[in-house]
């Protein structure tokens, strides 16, 4: 026996090749008895592998480069099947399969020459959507998509998408919305709230100062009164068990003013108090 022919007796040997249990594509393949790796169908056909095969260190490479490539871009394509995705989105898939750094890479400059990876395209999309269903604020928006990985430039491309028309509408729709939850509180408490709102939802300050222009914030002096009944006495209980007379008038009052209610309706809720007490 040469030298030649002792080194292929000694090469790994594919003895067995069988079908996976939960998945009728994909192979288990065994080396000199042992499970080595799993193989899909596609690749399988692609580099002929198959009982009795020898394989040198070259082939095994190529075998697995092959493999890996193949469940890179499967992997991505159907994660993108249900949703576009961002480039960020689709890496961070393919590391949580355990893909391998390289194959990653090849399968994404893959899929970004097919344009089922494009940033701009994903953020524009992400930005209608948050804009029509949402209503989303423009800069809130913005914060979600440097989440995602987009860069500067594709953000500010993506938020043309959202024209000024349409922010002062979301907003106005979302104000008044909020509006109609604050008939227990001040009208300046109302106010503040709304506004909080508005920016917590992305909204910038000349959208916001625009909508408060707009909507009525300011109660009829009966309905105002009425909320502050309410609050005065929840505070009033609040105050009894550890102070009388005019330390609890005090703290009530204190306490109504804090909530923006007008000097001359809590004086007259602090009289109204101390009739019933008589």
Do not use: C
Request: aromatic share 6%; net charge negative.
């Amino acid at each position: 026996m040469d030298h030649t022919e002792e080194q292929a007796e000694k090469l790994p040997v594919v003895t067995k090749i069988t079908v996976q249990k939960k998945r009728k594509d994909r192979f288990n393949v065994f080396i000199d008895g042992e499970y080595s790796f799993p193989i899909s169908e596609a690749v399988l056909i692609k580099v002929g592998l198959h009982k009795g095969m020898t394989l040198t260190k070259e082939r095994s490479a190529e075998i697995e480069k092959e493999n890996y490539d193949y469940m890179a871009y499967t992997t991505a394509v159907n994660y993108l099947s249900y949703s576009l995705r961002s480039e960020k989105e689709v890496r961070k898939k393919l590391h949580d399969e355990e893909i391998s750094p390289d194959a990653i890479e090849r399968a994404l400059t893959r899929l970004i020459d097919q344009n089922y990876v494009n940033d701009r395209i994903y953020g524009e999309s992400y930005t209608r959507t948050a804009a029509n269903l949402n209503l989303k604020g423009p800069q809130l928006i913005a914060n979600e998509l440097k989440g995602k990985g987009l860069s500067e430039d594709d953000i500010a491309i993506s938020l043309q998408q959202y024209p000024h028309e349409l922010q002062l509408e979301n907003a106005q729709t979302i104000a008044e919305k909020q509006l109609r939850k604050q008939s227990r509180v001040s009208s300046h408490e109302a106010a503040s709230k709304i506004r909080l709102h508005l920016h917590q939802k992305g909204y910038p300050s000349d959208i916001v100062l625009e909508v408060m222009g707009e909507i009525e914030t300011e109660k009829e002096e009966e309905d105002e009164m009425a909320a502050l009944r309410m609050q005065g006495d929840k505070l009033w209980r609040r105050y009894e068990r550890k102070a009388k007379g005019r330390e609890l008038h005090q703290k009530v009052r204190s306490g109504l003013y804090q909530k923006g209610y007008p000097g001359e309706l809590i004086s007259a809720y602090i009289e109204e108090k101390e009739q019933e007490a008589e």
